[in-house]
């Protein structure tokens, strides 16, 4: 079993930064790709990116391109993403996901963390 958590959240201005970190514990993390993703109030939840067990590739969906980074490191359990340029919609809640090699759907959720970017 592998539990997600997630943090680094909060206000921020736009044009502001803000890095999210998605921890794992239980499992060895290492071998799941994970990716985040972002739900807005009424709006349906969106891919925001991706990344593999080794961190070797990345995925980004347009929106956040150029201004989002997405990271992992194995040793110490956890996927980060670096957000920058924030604008006011990307206010969202930001949630991660661990998928397993070979898994079709993923695996493990965490519960979210609130970005809101203020004008």
């Known amino acids: 079993q592998v539990q997600l958590v997630e943090s680094g959240g909060g206000l921020v201005q736009a044009g502001g930064s803000l890095r999210l970190s998605c921890a794992a514990s239980?499992?060895?993390?290492?071998?799941?790709?994970v990716d985040w993703f972002r739900q807005a109030p009424g709006k349906e939840r969106e891919f925001v990116a991706a990344?593999?067990?080794?961190?070797?590739?990345?995925y980004y969906g347009d929106s956040v391109k150029g201004r989002f980074t997405i990271s992992r490191d194995n040793a110490k359990n956890t996927v980060y993403l670096q957000m920058n340029s924030l604008k006011r919609e990307d206010t969202a809640v930001y949630s991660c996901?661990?998928?397993?090699?070979?898994?079709?759907?993923?695996?493990?959720w965490g519960q979210g963390t609130q970005v809101t970017v203020s004008s």
């Open positions: 996901a661990a998928k397993a090699l070979g898994s079709v759907s993923y695996d493990y």
């Open positions: 990344i593999n067990w080794s961190g070797g590739s990345t």
């Open positions: 239980g499992r060895t993390f290492s071998s799941y790709a």
